[in-house]
């Protein structure tokens, strides 16, 4: 079965600051991967997302996120984090049949 | 493109009354739509797996009778809560994939909030 782990619930950063969101995952083979952003009450939009090819994903919104298969982690990374980024955050994982499951998600909170 | 709506975005409704959300893709067609139901600070989980013109695939522990899904063409999936408590009370929230895309990307709905008095 295929599970996603994002270890941090809070993060609480700096504008301006730099900005990395862990996510692990478990999954039996290549995983489709993804990173969504959700603001209060709405729905989810994608940030990125990894197939194959180059493990360093170029996203939205100044995002990248680079998929470490001996890790089995894909982390989200911003060099510059706006008052705009605070939101939601959720890493996912998908398989050949389309079934996505969401890690539990980390709040963003950005001080001014 | 790809865009993906959601009919209503809020609703209220009594218990014990039935509540039906319409899923649509605008711009593209859909042979899978996915049904999720998100808690207060919560994540996503999968409820169900509507496909065009076949049954819906439910996940472990979601009742087929009390969510009724509905995948009539491929641009439109419904969910029916029936007999609707208050413990239904979530943001559920569709997605679905592009037949064309030919890539494992589903487009998300901006989200229906039930509550459930």
């Known amino acids: ?112 | 493109g790809a865009v993906v709506s959601q009919h209503p975005s809020r609703v209220i409704c009594k218990s014990g009354t039935s509540v039906k959300i319409e899923c649509r893709s605008l711009d593209f067609q859909a042979t899978t739509m996915f049904w999720y139901r998100q808690f207060p600070k919560q994540s996503l989980m999968l409820m169900a797996t509507s496909n065009e013109g076949s049954k819906a695939t439910y996940e472990q522990g979601v009742e087929k009778d009390k969510f009724l899904i509905n995948h009539a063409s491929l641009t439109l999936s419904t969910l029916t809560v029936t007999s609707a408590h208050p413990e239904d009370s979530s943001f559920y929230i569709c997605s679905a994939r592009d037949i064309l895309a030919g890539n494992n990307e589903q487009f998300f709905g901006p989200g229906t909030r039930l509550t459930v008095l």
Not at chain 1, 16 to 43: H, I, K
Not at chain 1, 87 to 92: D, K, L, M
């Open chain 1, 1 to 112: 079965a295929q599970s996603v782990t994002q270890p941090d619930i809070h993060i609480t950063v700096s504008e301006g600051a730099s900005l990395e969101l862990r996510c692990n995952y478990s999954y039996g083979a290549t995983p489709y991967l993804f990173w969504y952003v959700q603001s209060p009450g709405q729905g989810l939009q994608l940030l990125l997302k990894y197939f194959s090819g180059d493990t360093l994903v170029q996203g939205i919104k100044g995002f990248e996120a680079e998929f470490k298969r001996s890790q089995s982690s894909f982390n989200l990374r911003k060099p510059s984090v706006h008052w705009s980024d605070a939101a939601e955050y959720f890493c996912a994982v998908g398989n050949a049949g389309n079934m996505l499951t969401f890690g539990g998600g980390t709040r963003l909170m950005v001080k001014p």
